[in-house]
């Protein structure tokens, strides 16, 4: 038996009409209100229909529970032969409108499926006026309900705070999505969000034969105009209902509820139709639907005055806060460290402000390199329009700062063109910031190793050049400036190449910072594996002869293009390359000439070449005294001093070259006393 009614005042007539003929039980099938005006309604808690028809299931009252079912209840009557209940389909018209001062609020509603409708000890919150904590998730409850929900409840495994889910027997969703739908046009997924104020509608399809569970929500425009259903359901799910529902007439309606959070929630419209095969709620009639009130204040004008109050004045306090918090911001940008004793070193005082415009604030953009000590940037000084680098270099302890400071201080005067410029340097609190000349053509490290692909070649004599420029810097701070400066950290990173790729020595006096203060005991070495000298590694003591070792080192890196120590590759016997081993071992064999660069291609002088490898391994050697000094070192490079052949003798040191052969407590300890004190800087000359 199938009904349709044109309204529902007819519907009800028929309806007594109907219950007086048939008596036994209720058998409406289908079921439409376009708006709730007169619609008789079964409601219960605060849900009551405004004149207009409106379903307003919440409002702003706290704790409140809220139902609202067809006034009758309705047979899912069983086929007999395979147990499944009717199909059934029904669609509504919600909306779920924040409150004045909030976008969350509320639980959401449900569509539901009862065959009680006490809801006495149910609770208002996120149990939706529907269940509470003992009841929730009992089989024996035989509730079906769809939820809209719009808080995430972490105890029912919610997955968003704006998803649909289908719930049986209790609040934890059997399958859940997040608010939205499949447009028909292009298939895409379009997110909804339910607590929006705007009209939504819900279709809920059941098949009974297969237990199919369709769910599909869509926009509705604007009132008045209609709403395809979109084709794709948001879920398609598979939940066998004929088994959780009873035989018992079922009860169909709305549930909500309110807390603290609270939305204002309306029901526009809502039909419904069983069927025992498809069945097709009917289409609501969108220019009959009420309208969705705008913002509901009345009787809430003191209130909401007393709202407005209180969230003027957290503006007003978090305005305050925000100012004061800027301000301090906008101190401690720029804050610097300045103490009484760095007022003679005034002139090489950088302020903060120049170096943060200067680097456009350190920007990443701007970044040179990252080295051992600390990230380097380019930058622009605001008023000489000077090119620099600043280096960042952070430290933990004041101690020795002040010697520090001095000893940096004093290498700005350094002047030589093979040495990089420190122009000045700028503290703050835990990190030190060092102002350098701008060298354009960045470190030979690139040029020798990692960035080859990029770079052009190093030719020859460029090569000989540099090993040449990085030699008479070394000298200079050596032997020819007021006093012993020790670099301790020569290596390929730390030679820049300016314009016309001469060699320019950088970030000496460094490794120093990580000394001060330090007991001597503890001390480690500062340094970089491969250019070690074995002694250093012993002691921690740098001298002039470590620097000569590293050097060393280096113009065998320079002249053969490999590094000191390079980790075995995959396929490679396992062992690690030692650079001056290899050197040693091709120069016992008469192949010195070998271990030139191949990437040369052949174009060397021979002399020049086997002369700096030679000299490399001379100043490579272990014993700190066996090495010449850099005076020497510049001679023979000039060739003012012949390069005298090595003695067979050092030919038995070869394999002790490195610190980590260095066990061989004898020798170290015979020459740590007479090599120079490590506290080179404060020895006048
Ligand atoms: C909410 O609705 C109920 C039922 O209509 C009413 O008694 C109550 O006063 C309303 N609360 C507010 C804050 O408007
Ligand atoms: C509304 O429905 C209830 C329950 O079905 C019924 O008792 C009542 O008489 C109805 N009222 C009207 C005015 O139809
Ligand atoms: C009952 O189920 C059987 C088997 O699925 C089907 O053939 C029959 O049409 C159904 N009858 C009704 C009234 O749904
Ligand atoms: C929960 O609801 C059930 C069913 O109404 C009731 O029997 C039970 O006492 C309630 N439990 C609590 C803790 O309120
Ligand atoms: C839809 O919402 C989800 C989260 O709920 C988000 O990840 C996604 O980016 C949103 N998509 C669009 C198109 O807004
Ligand atoms: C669903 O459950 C009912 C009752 O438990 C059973 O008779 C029926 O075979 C089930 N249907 C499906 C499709 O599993
Ligand atoms: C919808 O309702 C309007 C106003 O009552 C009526 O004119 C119109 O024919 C109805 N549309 C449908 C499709 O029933």
Not at 353 to 372: C, I, K, S, V
Not at 477 to 492: F, G, T
Not at 618 to 636: D, E, K, N
Request: charged share 20%.
């Amino acid at each position: 038996m199938l009904l349709k009614f044109p309204s529902f005042r007819f519907s009800l007539l028929l309806l007594l009409l109907i219950l007086k003929l048939v008596a036994s039980s209720p058998t409406e099938k289908e079921f439409t209100f376009n708006g709730f005006s007169g619609a008789n309604l079964t409601l219960d808690g605060i849900a009551t229909v405004s004149s207009d028809g409106l379903l307003i299931l919440t409002n702003t009252s706290e704790k409140q529970k809220s139902h609202a079912f067809h006034p009758s209840p309705l047979s899912f009557r069983r086929n007999l032969s395979d147990g499944s209940i009717p199909s059934f389909s029904t669609t509504f018209a919600f909306a779920i409108v924040p409150t004045e001062n909030a976008g969350i609020g509320g639980h959401g509603i449900a569509f539901v499926i009862t065959p009680s409708t006490d809801f006495s000890n149910a609770l208002s919150d996120q149990y939706l006026s529907l269940f509470n904590e003992s009841n929730n998730g009992d089989a024996a409850n035989h509730v079906v309900a769809i939820e809209l929900d719009t808080i995430l409840n972490i105890e029912f495994k919610d997955i968003n705070d704006n998803h649909v889910g289908i719930d049986v027997n209790g609040l934890r969703s059997e399958e859940s999505r997040p608010a939205g739908y499949y447009a028909d046009d292009t298939g895409e997924f379009r997110n909804l969000t339910l607590i929006s104020g705007k009209a939504m509608q819900v279709w809920v399809d059941y098949n009974g034969p297969d237990a199919k569970l369709k769910v599909t929500l869509s926009p509705i425009n604007a009132i008045g105009t209609p709403t395809m259903k979109p084709t794709k359901p948001l879920m398609s799910f598979t939940v066998n209902l004929s088994a959780v529902l009873l035989d018992l007439p079922v009860h169909v309606g709305f549930s909500a509820g309110t807390y603290p959070l609270l939305t204002f929630q309306y029901v526009l419209g809502w039909s419904f139709a069983m069927n025992v095969g498809q069945a097709h709620a009917p289409p609501l009639n969108y220019s009959k639907l009420p309208a969705i009130p705008r913002m509901n204040l009345k009787g809430h004008k003191s209130r909401t005055l007393g709202l407005g109050l209180a969230v003027a004045s957290l503006v007003f306090v978090l305005l305050v806060t925000f100012v004061a918090f800027a301000v301090a911001r906008w101190r401690s940008r720029y804050s610097e460290l300045r103490e009484d004793w760095e007022l003679e070193f005034g002139p090489h005082r950088f302020s903060y402000r120049d170096l943060f415009r200067a680097t456009n604030g350190f920007r990443e953009r701007e970044l040179l390199g990252a080295g051992g000590f600390g990230k380097v940037y380019r930058g622009t000084l605001p008023t000489s329009r000077a090119e620099v680098a600043v280096k960042r270099v952070s430290h933990e302890s004041r101690q020795g700062m002040r010697q520090f400071v001095a000893e940096i201080v004093s290498m700005g005067r350094l002047r030589h063109r093979n040495i990089v410029q420190l122009l000045g340097y700028c503290r703050r609190k835990g990190e030190l910031l060092l102002v350098y000349d701008f060298v354009p053509n960045g470190s030979l490290d690139k040029y020798l190793h990692y960035d080859r692909a990029h770079k052009p070649a190093l030719g020859w004599s460029q090569r000989f050049r540099i090993v040449k420029g990085v030699a008479a810097g070394l000298l200079y701070l050596h032997e020819e400036w007021e006093q012993v400066v020790v670099h301790r950290d020569i290596k390929a990173s730390n030679v820049l190449l300016d314009g016309e790729m001469n060699a320019r020595l950088g970030d000496f006096g460094l490794a120093r910072l990580y000394d001060h203060g330090t007991d001597p005991q503890t001390t480690h070495v500062v340094g970089t594996t491969g250019y070690i000298a074995p002694e250093l590694a012993r002691t921690s003591r740098a001298t002039t002869a470590t620097d000569v070792f590293a050097f060393g080192v280096f113009i065998l890196e320079v002249a053969c293009g490999r590094r000191p120590v390079e980790q075995p590759t995959v396929g490679w016997q396992g062992e690690q390359f030692l650079l001056v081993d290899w050197v040693t071992e091709n120069w016992r064999k008469g192949s010195i000439l070998d271990t030139v660069d191949a990437g040369l291609g052949g174009e060397y002088a021979r002399e020049e070449a086997e002369m700096v490898l030679k000299l490399g391994l001379m100043c490579s050697h272990p014993q700190p005294a066996a090495r010449p000094s850099m005076r020497l070192v510049v001679q023979y490079l000039e060739g003012h001093v012949p390069l005298p052949e090595p003695s067979p003798a050092y030919l038995c040191f070869t394999k002790l070259s490195f610190p980590h052969n260095v066990g061989f407590d004898d020798y170290v300890a015979s020459y740590s006393s007479s090599v120079p004190s490590a506290s080179t800087l404060s020895g006048g000359r």
